[in-house]
């Protein structure tokens, strides 16, 4: 158990890069293997006209958009805080949200006020994952996460907090609920 420890470390923490090309094989081996389990008459290899001229996704089409977006989210967990960060060497919570989105596709603005603008705003009680949850400091809009889902009568989202790195945190947290501005929906329906 501790050499599979090692061996999950060096590939996922030490070398994000390798760690997510791997990711990359594993999701799409189980995409096929879903397709072939759920539509066994589905084809092996998409035509030439699914295939994508972009950066290719993170994630296998298999999976829904907040689907893709919660693995891509959750691959993230424990990268460290860095101010203004947007990249796997550290993140800021507005640059975590805008490289997650854009990994499945969408584009986000860069900051968190900007963010704050796109998509419409939902309820706390009607909040989905994927949905993007904004906190204000004094006045303004200060910090955005990313709602993961719920249980249990609680919200939980994931977010590059600025002491502990990419983590999961509770909505109802009294710290959150006092600070919570909104939540914006910019998925798809």
Same mark, same amino acid.
């Given at each position: 158990?501790?050499?599979? =420890? &090692?061996?999950?470390?060096?590939? #996922? ?17 189980? $995409? ?12 092996? +290899? ?13 994630? *296998?089409?298999?999976?829904? =958009?907040?689907?893709?977006?919660? !693995? ?6 424990? %990268?460290?805080?860095?101010?203004? @960060? =947007?990249?796997?060497?550290? +993140?800021?919570?507005?640059? +975590?949200? &805008? ?7 969408? *584009? ?10 796109? @998509?419409?705003? %939902? *309820?706390?009680?009607?909040?989905? *994952?994927?949905?993007?949850?904004? #906190?204000? @400091?004094?006045?303004? %809009? ?6 993961? @889902? =719920? ?5 939980? +989202? ?5 002491? &502990? ?14 600070? !919570? $501005?909104?939540? &914006?929906?910019? !998925?798809?329906?």
């Amino acid at each position: 158990m501790v050499k599979l =420890k &090692r061996i999950l470390h060096a590939y #996922f923490i030490q070398d994000i890069r390798r760690g997510e090309k791997w990711l990359l094989v594993l999701g799409i081996i189980l $995409a096929v293997a879903a397709r072939e389990l759920l539509v066994p008459d589905t084809k092996f +290899f998409p035509t030439t006209s699914e295939w994508r001229t972009e950066e290719a996704s993170f994630t *296998p089409a298999v999976f829904s =958009k907040s689907d893709s977006l919660l !693995l891509v989210a959750n691959s993230l967990m424990g %990268v460290p805080y860095q101010y203004a @960060g =947007k990249s796997l060497n550290g +993140f800021d919570c507005s640059g +975590f949200t &805008r490289y997650v989105f854009r990994k499945v596709g969408i *584009p986000l603005a860069a900051s968190s006020v900007a963010q704050f603008q796109q @998509g419409v705003s %939902v *309820p706390s009680k009607e909040a989905k *994952p994927g949905d993007l949850v904004f #906190f204000q @400091g004094s006045s303004k %809009v200060s910090h955005v996460g990313i709602i993961t @889902g =719920k249980e249990n009568d609680k919200t939980y +989202f994931i977010h590059a907090s600025s002491s &502990r790195g990419v983590v999961i945190d509770c909505l109802q947290d009294n710290y959150f609920q006092q600070r !919570l $501005a909104g939540i &914006r929906r910019v !998925l798809p329906i």
